[in-house]
């Protein structure tokens, strides 16, 4: 194996590609996942540059979108947004210390936490939606992607998805 200057895993010259068809495109499959991911956090992150937004951070944004109307614990962040715990436990502070989440202890389970969004939070929410309703739009017509092809791509990444989950949970 070889990596690229992005660090990517390439398959090497010395015929992998003949030995398993299938892992240079899995391999290609997982790199473009990555990129994937980061570069929506870098559209995210322009579009708040470009709009005067710089207390909130991609991933804060995406937070507060994926809170939404709800009202939820940390753990149902986690498995709801697939963050790391750490992760959303210092980004939930930082969003409550910024003023842009309420939360407040379940009145039977004193170790539970409830957050939902403030006002403010709710602000950011819809900016992350106009912004997904922008691409929306032109996904499909700048990019070609219909809903027919993006139901498979999504199809192929649950598969995907589920056979990781697998793993972990069987020990495969």
Do not use: C
Not at 31 to 47: F, T, Y
Not at 69 to 95: C, F, I, P, W
């Amino acid at each position: 194996m070889q990596s690229d200057m992005m660090g990517a895993v390439r398959p090497s010259a010395a015929g992998e590609t003949g030995r398993n068809p299938v892992k240079p495109r899995y391999l290609e499959a997982l790199n473009l996942i990555e990129r994937l991911h980061r570069r929506l956090l870098d559209v995210i992150k322009d579009d708040f540059e470009r709009h005067g937004e710089p207390e909130v951070n991609p991933v804060q944004a995406l937070l507060l979108f994926n809170i939404a109307d709800s009202e939820l614990t940390a753990g149902e962040l986690k498995t709801r947004g697939h963050y790391q715990g750490s992760n959303v436990s210092y980004n939930l502070k930082k969003l409550v210390e910024l003023g842009y989440v309420h939360h407040e202890r379940s009145a039977t389970d004193r170790r539970s936490v409830r957050v939902r969004l403030t006002p403010k939070g709710q602000s950011i929410r819809n900016r992350v939606d106009a912004l997904y309703n922008r691409q929306m739009l032109a996904v499909e017509q700048v990019v070609g992607l219909g809903p027919d092809e993006l139901e498979r791509i999504n199809k192929a990444l649950t598969r995907l998805e589920r056979y990781w989950t697998d793993q972990i949970l069987y020990r495969l």
